[in-house]
């Protein structure tokens, strides 16, 4: 995706002081693409059901241990789709490089990829582009964006940043067959009704673009069910173990996105509780929450799995691999999420 040099950025960034994200967004065309790589042959044979890895790859700065995370843990193969949260395009914190189509062209994977948002704080940012990708084994038909309704400007948050939330859709031809594959990030900094808001944005755009075709959708939800911006809700949570508890066994009752799904005829993976996102709190401990999901409609589980991203959990590194000698407490700030999915 084509880059917007630097004093253009700051300038569209400063325009922001006096006009809403909307219509600073409405002058960038990068911001209504998706950035498509669709290069790899498929399969000579369809398999009956795939392999759906749902990721949050945190901005793909670790990209070399990503790699070898993606090629060594056993319980995240095969996979067949990626459906990934927070990569790099042109970040000085990622090393300026375009992660998406790396990892893509590592894994001989097409990919669709969609911008979210443009970083402001770094001039050294090449890009500063930000969003989220598809990838998959399975020649990818069209794709495009799906843009949110704003529930928080970043734009006045400390990391300074033009866009808002998005899901990136592409319609996979699976050994002739069609078929649907979203990838979402919802709000964190919002509250359950805000995130609900984003999700019904979400499922209308898919009936629209894949009426009757089984559809997997899947992404970091921000389940965390309470308002992200409000810190003194969080305290209040993280100081009590029956709301603890309620961030990883209540999320039906807290996040209505999920019982609407359901309700819209998607099977929600997993059901049960799972912690998918370790939230730091002082003095080391952590808030567990359940933030990942793989949702399906007209596709079954066959089965599922939580997959950690903590280092003590890397025990299937090679010896003298990035992985192995890997110094950071966890890859990612988010586990991994897998299943194998039957389309109906």
């Known amino acids: 995706m084509r880059g917007i040099p630097l004093e253009e950025r700051k300038a569209l960034g400063a325009l922001l002081d006096r006009q809403t994200q909307a219509e600073v967004m409405a002058r960038i065309p990068q911001f209504k693409e998706a950035e498509t790589g669709n290069f790899v042959p498929p399969p000579e044979t369809a398999p009956e059901a795939l392999g759906v890895l749902m990721f949050n790859m945190e901005r793909g700065v670790h990209l070399t241990e990503i790699q070898e995370f993606l090629r060594d843990c056993p319980d995240i193969q095969p996979f067949d ?6 990569l790099d395009d ?13 990892l893509a062209e590592a894994f001989g994977l097409n ?11 770094n001039d050294e940012n090449e890009k500063g582009f930000h969003g989220n990708a598809v990838f998959s084994r399975w020649p990818i038909r069209r794709a495009g964006v799906i843009r949110l309704p704003e529930q928080y400007n970043w734009y006045f948050d400390r990391q300074t ?12 031809d699976v050994g002739g067959r069609p078929l649907g594959a979203v990838s979402v990030h919802l709000e964190n900094r919002t509250h359950g009704e805000g995130r609900r808001v984003q999700m ?4 209308k755009a898919v009936e629209r673009e894949f009426p009757e075709l089984p559809v997997i959708l899947g992404g970091d939800l921000n389940t965390n069910t309470f308002d992200g911006r409000d810190k003194e809700d969080i305290g209040e949570i993280a100081a009590s173990p029956d709301l603890r508890r309620r961030c990883l066994e209540d999320v039906f009752q807290y996040e209505e996105l999920l019982p609407m799904a359901a ?19 002082p003095g080391g401990e952590f808030l567990p929450l ?12 066959l ?16 010896p003298g691999s990035a992985l192995a000698s890997f110094p950071g407490p966890e890859l990612s700030d988010h586990n991994a999420v897998w299943a194998m999915c039957r389309p109906d």
């Open 161 to 172: 940043r033009i866009g808002g939330r998005l899901a990136v859709f592409a319609e996979l």
């Open 290 to 301: 359940r933030l990942d999901w793989i949702l399906l409609k007209g596709a079954s589980p």
């Open 111 to 121: 990919y669709a990829w969609g911008l979210e948002f443009i970083e402001l704080v």
């Open 303 to 318: 089965e599922s799995r939580m997959v950690s991203t903590a280092r003590e959990d890397f025990t299937y590194a090679h």
């Open 90 to 102: 042109g970040c000085a914190r990622s090393g300026n490089k375009n992660t998406a189509r790396e």
């Open 200 to 203: 019904e944005t979400i499922l």
């Open 263 to 281: 309700k819209a005829g998607y099977q929600i993976v997993p059901g049960e509780p799972k912690l998918t996102r370790r939230k730091p709190l």
């Open 81 to 86: 789709l990626i459906l990934a949260n927070e």
